[in-house]
C-alpha cells in the first residue's frame, strides 16, 4: 500500500510537470506566433524599405548622372569665366594704357593751351601796342597831311613847285610832256626838277619823272 501512494505521488508529480511544460509549451508557441507576427511586419517594413532604398539609389543615380553633367558644365562655364577674365585682363590693361596715352596727350595739349595762352596774352598785348602806335601814326598823319595842304597852298602858284602838282594827278610822266604842260622850255624844266631831286620830293630815271614816294611815306 505504501508503494502503490509513492506511484501515486510520482504519477502526480509527473502530471504536474507535464502540465507545466505543456504551459510552458504554449508560452512558446505564442512567443513564437509573437515572433512570427514581428518577423513579417519586418519583412513588411524591410520590402517598404528596401523598395524605398532602391528608389532612393536610382534617385542618387540619376541626380549623380545630374550632377555630372552639371559637373561638365560648370567646367566648361569656369573655363568660358576663365577666357572671359583674361580678355577683360586684356581690355584693363589696354584702358589703362589708353588713359595713360590720353593723359599724357591732354598733359601735352594743357601745356601747348596754356604756351598759346600766353602767346596770344603777348599778342593782345602787341595789338594794344600797335593800336596805340597806329593811333599816333594816325595822328601825326593828320598833322602832317595838314601841313603839307597848308604848304600845299603855299607853293601851289610857284613855278618852281608845279612838277609836283601836275605829277600829283599822274604819277610820272616824261620831261619834254612836262614841259609841255608847264608851257616852259624843257631846260627849265629840268633845272627845277634836279632842285626838287635834290630836296627829295621826286626822283629821276633818265627822260621820265616820279614822286619820291618814300618822302611822302607812300608805301
Request: charged fraction near 45%; hydrophobic fraction near 35%; proline fraction near 0%.
Amino acid at each position: 500500500m505504501g508503494e502503490t501512494e509513492g506511484r501515486r505521488e510520482a504519477v502526480r508529480l509527473l502530471e504536474a510537470r507535464l502540465e507545466r511544460q505543456g504551459e510552458e509549451i504554449e508560452r512558446q508557441r505564442a512567443r513564437i506566433e509573437e515572433l512570427e507576427r514581428e518577423i513579417a511586419e519586418w519583412k513588411v517594413r524591410f520590402e517598404a524599405a528596401r523598395r524605398e532604398y532602391e528608389a532612393e539609389v536610382k534617385r542618387l543615380e540619376t541626380a549623380l548622372g545630374s550632377v555630372e553633367e552639371v559637373s561638365r558644365e560648370k567646367e566648361k562655364l569656369e573655363r568660358a569665366l576663365e577666357e572671359e577674365k583674361l580678355k577683360l585682363r586684356r581690355l584693363e590693361e589696354d584702358k589703362e594704357l589708353s588713359e595713360n596715352m590720353l593723359q599724357a596727350e591732354i598733359s601735352r595739349l594743357k601745356g601747348e593751351v596754356l604756351a598759346r595762352e600766353g602767346m596770344i596774352e603777348e599778342l593782345e598785348g602787341e595789338v594794344v601796342r600797335l593800336k596805340e602806335r597806329v593811333s599816333e601814326l594816325e595822328g601825326e598823319k593828320k598833322k602832317l597831311e595838314g601841313l603839307v595842304s597848308s604848304l600845299e597852298k603855299l607853293i601851289e602858284g610857284d613855278i618852281n613847285y608845279k612838277p609836283y602838282f601836275i605829277l600829283k594827278g599822274v604819277g610820272r610822266c616824261r620831261m619834254s610832256d612836262l614841259a609841255k604842260t608847264m608851257g616852259v622850255t624843257e631846260g627849265q624844266v629840268r633845272l627845277i626838277v634836279a632842285r626838287m631831286e635834290k630836296m627829295g620830293i621826286v626822283k629821276l630815271s633818265g627822260e621820265e619823272v616820279k614822286l619820291n614816294e618814300e618822302f611822302f611815306g607812300v608805301d
